[in-house]
């Protein structure tokens, strides 16, 4: 189980990331471009993912994963999750590829030679 603090240490670390207070919500984006968002309870992350992709994940562990609430969202690259749910290497692994879909490719490959 991870909480929103674990997320938050994550995306503190990686280049370009920022966190902002927007409308009652924690979110993380490199410029203007949202990678990561939580809930106003911060119980739910909604994270940048590729929508081809998007319901293959959900189907692999609809308990874990959904759609986000409001029907206009779907026409973004974003999946929500229970933060709960999740392992530690389960949410780097998510946080870390969402942020990879809003920086340089050079910035994500000079942070996957670091790591």
Avoid at 16 to 25: A, K, L, T, V, Y
Avoid at 29 to 40: C, E, G, I, N, P
Avoid at 48 to 61: Q, T
Wanted: overall charge negative; charged content about 30%; glycine content about 4%.
């Amino acid at each position: 189980m991870v909480s929103a603090e674990d997320v938050r240490r994550l995306a503190h670390t990686l280049p370009r990331s920022e966190e902002h207070f927007i409308r009652g919500h924690v979110k993380f984006r490199v410029r203007q471009l949202v990678y990561v968002a939580f809930s106003k309870d911060e119980e739910a992350m909604g994270f940048a993912f590729p929508k081809e992709e998007r319901d293959g994940l959900i189907a692999s562990d609809p308990k874990k994963f959904f759609l986000p609430p409001t029907a206009s969202d779907l026409r973004y690259n974003w999946v929500c999750t229970w933060l709960e749910a999740l392992d530690g290497d389960e949410m780097r692994e998510l946080v870390v590829d969402a942020w990879r879909m809003c920086v340089p490719k050079g910035v994500a490959a000079d942070y996957d030679a670091a790591h």
